[in-house]
């Protein structure tokens, strides 16, 4: 990440929201070692990177940057003390054996991730995975259960819960070891199921108060 007017104004943001009493999170490319200092001294809480994918399957998936490119602004985030938010999506043509190296991947960085976020794909018309058929559902609860290793970490279920996302598979995530949602009817760009059918699952799971504590809204 390079300095300028467009990061000074995110580090602006996160100086006036943190006024407010609230932690804070942004993603901002990727971050050197001076950005991650002058983000910690703004008042940043948690910093989100995902690494999408196994480090195996990645190039296939992605070109913007690198794997190590990933992990490096990681590391830098972590050593100006803050807290990291990093997971990855399913459903991005990968194999189990894909799956099981991103987990172990997240599971060995050191310190591990305060928030592991497990995405499904959300699939849009005009890109290349557009035509892909969704992730199969038991997978999806098994990559939960695998994201929640870290053992302080909030295996979250945030994108792709619209998406063809039935009630039952939600239902199998929590059962699988998530333990927080996005809550929100959008997430950035893609929808979310609405706040009334959220409160309405959590409750007939019987999760309703547990889970006040451990949703983020949007």
């Known amino acids: 990440m390079e300095d300028g007017a467009e990061f000074d104004r995110v580090v602006e943001m996160v100086r006036e929201v943190g006024k407010l009493g609230m932690e804070v999170c942004c993603h901002s490319r990727d971050a050197d070692a001076a950005a991650g200092w002058r983000l910690r001294d703004a008042g940043l809480t948690a910093y989100n990177h995902n690494l999408d994918t196994s480090e195996e399957h990645y190039e296939s998936i992605i070109?913007?940057?690198g794997y190590s490119d990933r992990l490096a602004t990681i590391r830098a985030v972590r050593d100006a003390g803050i807290q990291v938010c990093c997971g990855g999506i399913v459903g991005l043509d990968e194999s189990e054996e894909d799956r099981i190296s991103l987990l172990?991947?997240?599971?060995?960085l050191?310190?591990?991730p305060?928030?592991?976020p497990v995405n499904g794909l959300v699939r849009v018309a005009g890109t290349p995975l557009a035509d892909r058929p969704a992730a199969d559902r038991f997978g999806f609860g098994a990559h939960d259960r695998g994201g929640?290793?870290?053992d302080a970490a909030r295996a979250r279920t945030p994108r792709g819960r619209a998406d063809g996302a039935h009630p039952e598979a939600q239902a199998l995530a929590?059962?699988?070891g998530a333990n927080s949602?996005?809550?929100g009817d959008r997430l950035l760009t893609t929808p979310n199921p609405g706040e009334d059918a959220d409160e309405a699952l959590l409750e007939k799971l019987g999760l309703?108060?547990?889970a006040a504590a451990r949703v983020s809204q949007q």
Do not use: C, K, M
């Open 174 to 176: 929590f059962l699988a």
């Open 104 to 108: 172990h991947t997240l599971t060995n």
């Open 110 to 112: 050191d310190p591990q």
């Open 114 to 116: 305060e928030s592991v």
């Open 181 to 183: 949602i996005f809550h």
């Open 148 to 150: 929640a290793a870290p």
């Open 208 to 210: 309703g108060d547990r």
């Open 63 to 65: 070109s913007t940057r």
